[in-house]
């Protein structure tokens, strides 16, 4: 029920570069997933949300949902100093009413 | 402007003393949420609640209580029995329970001293 890996980095890239963070599940009847953004002492952010399989494309970022390997993907492109931050995962557990379940959270950093 | 309103953002506690730290909502949402994080654990559920007058244990609740009188407030209790208190405290809250995404509040910082 817990199973949400995401490898905590930290992940260090210059300035521009194309960023991909990663998450991996378990449960193959998971269907909502989320990307949040939690800035250093700050509340978690939502950056994406995303149903089922696909793409899902906002501006510089893009999630994806591999339903086949059971694999949540986030793009970030032209990557910006102010995108360092913590990148959380999460899927909806929906036995537990709307509860979320995290991955620990993988810590960018973007270098000028 | 609507939000999550979390105080005190920082607090210290003494052992043995309990503590309340308060989470208020103006989003009308009907559930709300604590979770607490720490680092290298990312964020565990402690309780939630979807209606006044409701609400559950999540995965931590040990030396934790909560009420929920208000829709609008979730206040949140460190109890003494809480062998490990220190850490970030989240509030969050949903508009319902079916695929609606969880926004949270900027966080309280506890330390026991």
């Known amino acids: 029920q817990k199973e949400v890996e995401q490898d905590p980095g930290p992940l260090s890239v210059p300035e521009g570069a194309i960023v991909s963070l990663n998450c991996t599940y378990s449960?193959?009847?998971?269907?909502?997933f989320m990307w949040y953004r939690q800035y250093s002492r700050k509340g978690p952010e939502l950056l994406m949300y995303?149903?089922?399989?696909g793409n899902k494309e906002d501006g510089r970022f893009t999630a994806q949902v591999d339903k086949s390997s059971k694999y949540i993907s986030l793009f970030i492109r032209d990557s910006q100093p102010s995108d360092s931050a913590t990148y959380l995962c999460a899927r909806l557990d929906r036995g537990s009413q709307g509860n979320l379940i995290f991955g620990k959270g993988t810590k960018l950093s973007v270098k000028p | 402007d609507g939000g999550i309103t979390q105080s005190p953002k920082y607090l210290f506690r003494k052992e043995g003393q309990n503590v309340t730290l308060s989470c208020e909502q103006n989003?009308?949402?009907?559930?709300m949420y604590w979770y607490r994080q720490d680092p290298g654990q990312g964020l565990r559920l402690i309780y939630y609640?979807?209606?006044?007058?409701?609400?559950q244990k999540g995965d931590i609740a040990e030396g934790y209580s909560v009420s929920r009188e208000k829709k609008e407030s979730f206040p949140l209790t460190v109890t003494s029995a809480q062998k490990n208190p220190t850490a970030f405290y989240l509030c969050a809250s949903t508009p319902g329970s079916s695929g609606n995404t969880i926004y949270f509040g900027e966080g309280s910082w506890l330390t026991v001293v």
């Open positions: 995303t149903y089922s399989s």
């Open positions: 609640s979807q209606i006044v007058n409701d609400f």
């Open positions: 449960n193959s009847a998971f269907q909502y």
């Open positions: 989003l009308n949402h009907d559930a």
